[in-house]
């Protein structure tokens, strides 16, 4: 593997940003309303910081060395897309940022769930086990596999406003001795070598400069016999990178999605493989049979809606269900009610759903492919 460049970690730094940007809405305020207040000046400095990295930069001029340019700035592209991204999740789709495929007669809250069950089930996580989340966002999974398993979760993340919100979350829920979550980079965890007994990640790892440099990391955490599950984010054999129009629906999910560089199924599974786990599972769950594919909800295709619970979550994300959201934004953006950049911010999450649902349907990406090995056993404790 060759030699990753980590971006620098100041912990001071981006908690006194992630202070000045959300103020107090982290322990209050949720969705579109923590959006709206935030400190307009922080915004702006958050909006031109991501942006700078897809404004002017299209597929039809984007060259390896655009790419190159985001692989370096990884951390800080995160951390700055989920400043600018966490209440509008919130807002359309719920605390567990991650899609899942649905059954018949589920609803999104119980194909979540079940999709949440699933990992952990197969990264064998049990009782009173040591588990690390990476990338946990705001915990929404961590609380999940913390129910059904009862095991003690870390969860680990780049973004403070995040790490408040999951800790404010297991807090209300009870589950505060069961959960902690710790500010990191998870490209250079502050976790000694063999510490927990599993980890998994969920649609989470994509953002890393480096599948090879995050799985590594993971392989050192995790101890000797020990499970990894990961949902990765990953391009499938449809996607021919000389084909324009593929080209631009990969840059169309990366620049909604924060992600610096999407790389094919065939290297995420050799980057998996060749950090020394011994693959015990592997392939595409969103190609198993299914009532209704992982995209259905960001398409606002109500056919598939098996249950009037989430006639809402499906309006949001209709055409209407986003003009809507786009022209409230702007009206107060215009008359100073909410900081600039929340709307850019919505509508370029609004192309990448475009560019998701274009991309799944067409086989060129899979949000969920799971990868799952063990850390041998006889590497030395």
Same mark, same amino acid.
């Given at each position: ?27 209050? =305020? ?40 985001? =692989? ?6 995160? =951390? ?7 209440? +509008? ?55 999940? &596999? ?6 003690? &979760? ?67 955490? +995790? ?25 631009? &629906? =990969? ?85 100073? +009610? ?44």
């Amino acid at each position: 593997m060759a030699p990753v460049k980590l971006e620098p970690e100041d912990h001071l730094r981006d908690f006194a940003f992630s202070k000045a940007l959300h103020g107090e809405t982290a322990r209050g =305020r949720a969705g579109l309303s923590a959006a709206f207040n935030k400190d307009f000046k922080s915004q702006k400095a958050a909006v031109d910081e991501y942006f700078k990295h897809w404004d002017n930069k299209g597929p039809e001029v984007e060259t390896e060395q655009t790419r190159a340019e985001r =692989r370096a700035e990884y951390a800080t592209l995160t =951390r700055q897309y989920y400043n600018l991204v966490t209440d +509008l999740y919130e807002n359309a789709w719920g605390q567990s940022f991650h899609f899942c495929c649905f059954h018949k007669g589920e609803t999104f809250a119980q194909a979540i769930a079940r999709h949440e069950h699933y990992i952990a089930h197969v990264a064998s996580v049990r009782e009173n086990m040591s588990v690390l989340d990476v990338g946990c966002g705001v915990g929404g999974p961590a609380r999940t &596999i913390q129910k059904f398993t009862g095991a003690h &979760i870390t969860g680990v993340n780049n973004n403070d406003y995040q790490i408040e919100r999951a800790t404010l979350y297991a807090q209300r829920e009870g589950l505060g001795d069961k959960l902690k979550f710790v500010k990191a980079d998870f490209m250079q965890m502050p976790f000694p070598d063999n510490t927990f007994d599993a980890v998994y990640a969920v649609e989470a790892t994509f953002h890393a400069p480096s599948l090879e440099g995050i799985y590594s990391e993971i392989f050192r955490v +995790l101890k000797p016999g020990g499970k990894f599950a990961v949902y990765e984010w990953l391009m499938k054999d449809n996607y021919d990178k000389s084909n324009p129009r593929h080209k631009a &629906i =990969r840059q169309g999910i990366e620049a909604g999605s924060g992600i610096s560089s999407l790389v094919t199924v065939s290297e995420g599974l050799a980057a998996f493989k060749a950090v020394g786990f011994e693959v015990e599972k592997h392939g595409d769950v969103g190609e198993e049979q299914w009532y209704a594919p992982w995209w259905y909800p960001i398409a606002g295709d109500f056919k598939y809606m098996d249950s009037w619970w989430d006639f809402f979550t499906i309006l949001r994300l209709t055409k209407i269900g986003r003009a809507a959201v786009h022209t409230l934004v702007g009206v107060l953006e215009m008359v100073g +009610l909410a900081p600039k950049g929340v709307q850019k911010t919505a509508d370029t999450m609004a192309w990448t759903a475009d560019c998701l649902v274009e991309g799944g349907s067409e086989g060129l990406i899979t949000p969920m492919y799971l990868m799952v090995g063990r850390k041998p056993s006889a590497i030395a404790a």
